[in-house]
């Protein structure tokens, strides 16, 4: 076991699902978005703000929007656009909802929105279900959700979603990640036995692996130091969080893309899936590679730390 270090609690925000984070460059900060507080349904997005280059001792900054879900969110921050927040809608189609979202300057009770990305086609998300979003090349932006029938869906698209991949998973979508700007990386929980499994798109030769390491929520990917690495909740009646990188040159030859070896098990235990973000380098810190997760108090607490270095 491993102990995280900068590690905060935020005692006014709380969910019952898993958290999303991202980094925004124009505050300088982590941004979380999460679904509720206490027994609300209403999303919430937050900027983490405090001393420089750490996540102890900082506040959040919250902005509630008046739109809502059953399930965690998604959040991204995209080069020329800002940040952009997926969910699925509490409407009776559950409706995949993408916009751009534009906060009041300092501390607010509404997000004002300009959206974007409506899937029209009222595709439904099922299970513990959350959409999830990353870059694509030359297309910045990728959502991944569940159709009706528990299958993963991804779609490229700045307008208009068309969903043209369809895998069969377990409870969450994939995890979406681009790397080196050539591949788009997707990770999620395999049906049956939630194994986690990988795959790259365009699709090639060995581009979908499965791992023996497995988990009941869906796993989370960033990179970090030049590595592709992954966090998931373990399935050791704890739910203790995991971290690893991600070996490319196995998962490019067909083998499994997670080191047991390199498996990092933290002694914090997460409620649901826990979210990966690179904290790029600060005035008084260098980069680091930060976990925010939902804790399992009792109260859903939601809490960041960091991972590495």
């Given amino acids: 076991m491993r102990d995280v270090r900068d590690k905060m609690t935020w005692e006014q925000a709380t969910s019952v699902a898993g958290p999303a984070a991202t980094y925004s460059p124009e505050r300088g900060a982590p941004v979380i978005a999460w679904r509720g507080n206490r027994n609300s349904r209403n999303l919430t997005l937050a ?21 809502a879900s059953s399930f965690a969110p998604a959040l991204r921050y995209v080069a020329g656009s800002g ?64 159709n009706p029938g528990g299958e993963v869906c991804l779609a490229s698209a700045r307008s208009a979603l068309q969903f043209d991949v369809a895998e069969s998973v377990a409870w969450a ?31 090639r030769d060995n581009s979908r692996v499965v791992s023996a390491q497995s988990s009941l929520f869906k796993p989370s990917l960033a990179e970090y130091g030049g590595e592709l690495y992954v966090a998931w909740v373990g399935t050791d009646g704890d739910r203790h969080l995991n971290v690893a990188p991600v070996d490319l040159s196995a998962w490019d030859a067909g083998r499994d893309p997670i080191d047991p070896e390199r498996v ?45 270095p």
């Fill in 47 to 67: 900027f983490v703000v405090g001393p420089a280059g750490q996540l102890a001792a900082t506040q959040l900054e919250m902005h509630v929007s008046q739109d």
């Fill in 83 to 146: 940040l952009v927040l997926a969910w699925v809608g509490i409407n009776e189609g559950r409706t995949v909802n993408v916009a751009i979202v534009e906060l009041p300057a300092g501390t607010g009770q509404v997000v004002s929105r300009q959206r974007v990305f409506v899937n029209n086609g009222g595709l439904s998300a099922g299970g513990d279900a959350a959409p999830s979003l990353g870059p694509f090349d030359p297309t910045p932006l990728t959502l991944a959700c569940l």
């Fill in 173 to 203: 979508p994939a995890s979406v990640e681009g790397v080196a700007l050539s591949f788009l990386r997707a990770a999620w929980t395999r049906a049956g036995d939630g194994r986690l499994e990988f795959m790259s798109l365009p699709v």
């Fill in 264 to 308: 990092e098990t933290l002694t914090e235990l997460s409620l649901a899936a826990p979210a990966l973000v690179t904290l790029p380098v600060a005035a008084f810190a260098p980069e680091r590679l930060a976990i925010f997760w939902t804790g399992v108090d009792g109260a859903g607490l939601i809490n960041g730390a960091v991972v590495r």
